[in-house]
């Protein structure tokens, strides 16, 4: 395995993009190429995803994963290996992590004679919709990792650095739903019903301060209010009246604060305009909480590998490797990829000279913990 080799790898899959649970074709190419490099494949039972293992057993276990899902985006770049499927595209660069992930998996192949235990390549599934992580823990099959690694793309820091933060560095991604229920009337006669318009204003309002006057400044988290709909004309006041959003945080205990205040919040404003409501919130991925040696660690061995290491900025993005993080500590890092378009974008591009210097880091930190674990 060369550099040119990773490439054509990686261009091959940012030219077949498929989408979450749909990753049949992807899957098929990254088990042709592990059975070909006579890499161990642990059966999951899964239609879709792979799960790599390296070593000759016994001994700590190790886990590198990588995403391999796209978007429903239109790629709007100039690349000669642009996205062949209009209106789907690895807008988010997983095909830069499966890339690399396999790169690190062919490395420490060359060495598993030396590796004092197991280290499993995840190539997970369904990430953009925050399912798979949860899927290919219920195997069974990483019960006994003792440590999680991962990289994420970063259009904001060139080709050879590495972003490495300690603790919180990607939020909670929670949906809630809302509905306020009057009595429809005539709009001529208001007086007749009980609108749940205003009830419903006054809830987005008041939502407002949740975050600004009820968490702590030191704490991060975001209420975002992304829809409301009420009525389908101009002369009915409707029987009811709906709205849904978002709540990002980096801790628990500010996320289950925030769930709390606003039910009570909507219950209560809706009482007050003589309404009732309805309420349903909706768990999403937890906070992504990096292990504070680790990253201490990563960041010796990077910098002595000559990448640039930054503390990079926490995230209100959420990350669904924090299903991982329930079973075992772990990380997840941000690899410098440059391009100048955030993740999602439809010109978001992964500079694929980042692929080997990870790959080589990814390798080398998973053989140096494994060590670790086993007392050398």
């Not at 807008?91 to 030396?114: P, S």
Request: with cysteine; charged share 25%; hydrophobic share 45%.
């Amino acid at each position: 395995m060369d550099e040119k080799w990773l490439t054509e790898v990686f261009r091959w899959l940012h030219r077949n993009p498929e989408l979450a649970m749909e990753e049949r074709k992807t899957t098929a190419y990254l088990r042709g190429i592990l059975v070909e490099n006579g890499v161990r494949l642990l059966e999951t039972g899964l239609e879709t995803g792979l799960i790599a293992e390296l070593g000759t057993g016994g001994g700590p276990t190790v886990a590198l994963r990588a995403d391999i899902d796209a978007l429903p985006v239109c790629e709007q770049t100039d690349l000669d290996y642009a996205s062949r499927r209009p209106g789907f595209m690895h807008a988010c660069g997983h095909d830069f992590h499966a890339a690399c992930m396999l790169g690190a998996a062919l490395l420490l192949k060359a060495r598993e004679a030396a590796l004092p235990g197991t280290v499993k390549v995840i190539f997970q599934p369904a990430e953009e919709v925050n399912r798979g992580a949860a899927l290919m823990v219920a195997t069974g099959l990483l019960d006994d990792v003792g440590l999680f690694l991962s990289g994420h793309t970063y259009p904001w820091y060139p080709a050879g650095t590495l972003g490495v933060r300690p603790g919180p560095v990607m939020a909670s991604a929670d949906r809630f739903f809302a509905k306020i229920i009057g009595k429809g009337c005539h709009a001529a006669n208001p007086e007749r019903g009980d609108d749940p318009i205003p009830a419903l204003a006054a809830v987005v309002t008041a939502a407002q301060s949740v975050v600004s006057r009820r968490v702590n400044p030191f704490d991060s988290a975001v209420l975002s209010i992304t829809r409301v709909a009420a009525g389908n004309t101009w002369n009915v006041t409707p029987e009811a009246a709906e709205l849904e959003g978002t709540v990002r945080a980096m801790t628990e205990a500010v996320r289950s604060d925030i769930r709390r205040r606003l039910e009570s919040l909507v219950s209560d404003t809706a009482r007050a305009y003589g309404c009732t409501a309805e309420f349903r919130y909706e768990r999403g991925p937890a906070p992504v909480i990096n292990d504070g040696e680790l990253c201490r660690r990563a960041a010796a061995l990077a910098r002595a590998q000559g990448l640039a290491v930054e503390e990079n900025p926490p995230s209100m993005i959420a990350e669904d490797f924090s299903a991982y993080l329930d079973i075992a500590p772990g990380a997840m890092f941000r690899v410098g990829t440059g391009g100048g378009y955030d993740n999602h974008h439809p010109r978001f591009t992964a500079d694929p000279a980042a692929l080997m210097p990870a790959a080589r880091f990814f390798a080398a930190l998973a053989e140096r913990e494994l060590r670790r674990l086993a007392g050398e």
